[in-house]
């Protein structure tokens, strides 16, 4: 027998491909969890989430997806946060706004830097040598490369 959508996710109207990849993902969970696949997609945050009356469907189904990838993959979940917040400590920081790479492909980050005249590269150039040092750098650099700590996986 093949599990269809509860009635609050089929009222968002997903695409064939949308609701597969909303079923793997509850039937990975339930697996791993040893629950229903039924009790995962009727798992109070989603119905919170198709509930909200300012968010259009394509938006609901972005953030059930989200929430179902997050439950399914914690590590990659909380690696992904800790690479947000570091980036944004070092844009709070040293006002370097760092782009890292998307979904974890790669290890190189790149910054622009912006100058009106030599004064400006001047500080430019001390900001990335304070980056350098920069404790938050060097976790970002370690996330990326894999080196992150054991007790991340757990």
Request: net charge neutral.
């Amino acid at each position: 027998m093949s599990l269809s959508l509860p009635d609050h996710l089929s009222a968002l109207s997903p695409s064939d491909n949308a609701s597969r990849a909303l079923l793997g993902l509850a039937r990975q969970i339930s697996k791993r969890d040893g629950v229903s696949q039924q009790e995962v997609l009727d798992s109070e945050k989603i119905v919170e989430i198709c509930l909200r009356e300012k968010l259009g469907r394509k938006d609901k189904l972005k953030l059930v997806r989200d929430f179902l990838e997050r439950k399914r993959y914690p590590l990659k979940a909380k690696l992904e946060k800790e690479l947000s917040d570091c980036s944004d400590g070092v844009l709070k920081s040293l006002g370097v706004k760092l782009e890292l790479p998307a979904e974890f492909e790669g290890d190189n980050i790149s910054f622009k830097v912006k100058a009106k005249n030599l004064s400006e590269i001047s500080t430019a150039s001390k900001k990335i040598l304070e980056l350098s040092s920069n404790p938050e750098m060097a976790r970002i650099f370690a996330i990326l490369s894999g080196e992150f700590a054991e007790e991340d996986s757990e």
